[in-house]
């Protein structure tokens, strides 16, 4: 994937704000561009041996999605930034330990069950923060807007997957049980609290504090999970480490994601 | 996708012994008809729809598509009723010209465009008559 291309359609709006504004949607930014980025390459590696060919181009069209949702918040980025770096340098162009993406994404690709499991608690938590967008910043909001309308169908997709595996025999529901309690343990780290999240609030960048979007989320997790007799993911405390310290699988993965572009530094693609 | 029956991929492994075919139809754009684009193997109607969109939509190829549980498709196949072995040519418009007479009976009628019909006929898919 290439990631070059930046319109310059948000350039006014990021001139226009004053540095800590700018800082605390940097942030913003480069959360939820990292989450999508790196699920969304995790998801990737079931291209080929999903269990089956049409969930295998289900599975790979959708990760194709997250990684446009991440190209797409990558450029907004890169625009509010202003240093010199494009989309593919914010994407490509940094160690492990620099991403910011959740722990929740940190997990392992592992068996289907488990990469449900993963999708599922983060694509409701997505749309729990993607509805805690305010329109401080006109060109998130416009882009939130659109990005919503997509996920739409990813949860749709792993929700049917969830109720499939739960009730899909003892196996299937065993290995889901396990995979949700080793995922939920971690889910809630979507809604690490950000440095710049007062700012983010007063701007109206945000419209509800990250801590308001988790309890939506619960809610939402609550309405599918309870009647599957499913268990509800911990509630844990935000803490900075909720975005750092990240597992050996993210920096194998990492190694492969940026494999290409470290090949041949500074290569026109 | 396959054209064959679900029993080939049962062979591959998997979940394959639940899969049946789904019939997929697309529309190109709003009104069009509506036409074969092929099919999908899917556990169950839901899943059904959701691989028959991303073979068949995720391009924006499609306004609309009909997925269509094979089982449930009548087929009608039999030569003797679609292709009679006696001299049917009598039953053909060939060599008869209507297009004259049709617009001539058409400004007759002070009728434009012969899309009554056509337009009532439902090409949604929805399901009418009962609740929506």
């Known amino acids: ?269 | 996708m396959t054209d064959q029956p679900p029993a080939d991929r049962a062979l591959e492994g998997g979940p394959a012994g639940t899969l049946e075919p789904y019939e997929v139809f697309r529309q190109e754009k709003e009104g069009g008809p509506m036409i074969h684009g092929g099919n999908v193997l899917a556990p169950d109607a839901v899943l059904a729809v959701h691989y028959a969109r991303e073979m068949f939509g995720r391009r924006n190829e499609s306004t609309r598509l009909w997925v269509v549980r094979r089982a449930d498709v009548h087929v009608l196949d039999d030569p003797d009723l679609l292709d009679p072995p006696l001299d049917r040519s009598f039953k053909k418009p060939g060599g008869y010209v209507m297009r004259d007479k049709l617009a001539a009976a058409r400004g007759k009628a002070g009728t434009s465009k012969p899309g009554a019909r056509a337009a009532a006929h439902d090409t949604t898919g929805r399901r009418t008559g009962g609740e929506a």
Request: avoid cysteine; aromatic fraction near 8%.
């Open chain 1, 1 to 269: 994937m290439t990631l070059s291309k930046v319109p310059s359609a948000a350039r006014e709006a990021a001139a226009k704000l004053d540095a800590p504004r700018r800082d605390a949607l940097a942030e913003l930014l480069l959360t939820m561009a990292d989450d999508e980025f790196v699920g969304g390459f995790m998801d990737s590696e079931w291209t080929g041996i999903a269990p089956i060919l049409e969930e295998d181009v289900a599975m790979s069209s959708i990760a194709q999605d997250e990684l446009g949702h991440a190209k797409a918040l990558y450029e907004l980025l890169a625009e509010v930034l202003d240093d010199g770096r494009d989309a593919d340098a914010i994407a490509y162009d940094r160690e492990p330990e620099a991403y910011r993406h959740a722990r929740l994404l940190d997990l392992p690709r592992g068996d289907w069950a488990d990469t449900i499991a993963r999708r599922f608690l983060y694509e409701l938590a997505d749309e729990a923060r993607l509805a805690s967008i305010g329109t401080g910043y006109g060109p998130l909001a416009d882009l939130v807007a659109k990005l919503r309308r997509e996920e739409r169908y990813h949860r749709m997709h792993v929700v049917a997957w969830v109720e499939r595996l739960a009730n899909g025999g003892r196996i299937a529901r065993g290995r889901l049980e396990a995979a949700l309690a080793v995922a939920a343990a971690v889910a809630p780290t979507v809604f690490t609290r950000l440095d710049g999240e007062p700012e983010l609030l007063r701007a109206g960048i945000l419209s509800r504090p990250l801590a308001a979007a988790d309890a939506a989320w619960r809610v939402d997790l609550t309405r599918i999970l309870v009647p599957l007799e499913l268990a509800l993911p911990p509630t844990i405390e935000h803490g900075p480490e909720g975005r750092a310290g990240h597992s050996d699988a993210f920096r194998w993965l990492w190694r492969e994601f940026t494999s290409v572009r470290r090949s041949e530094v500074g290569a026109a693609w």
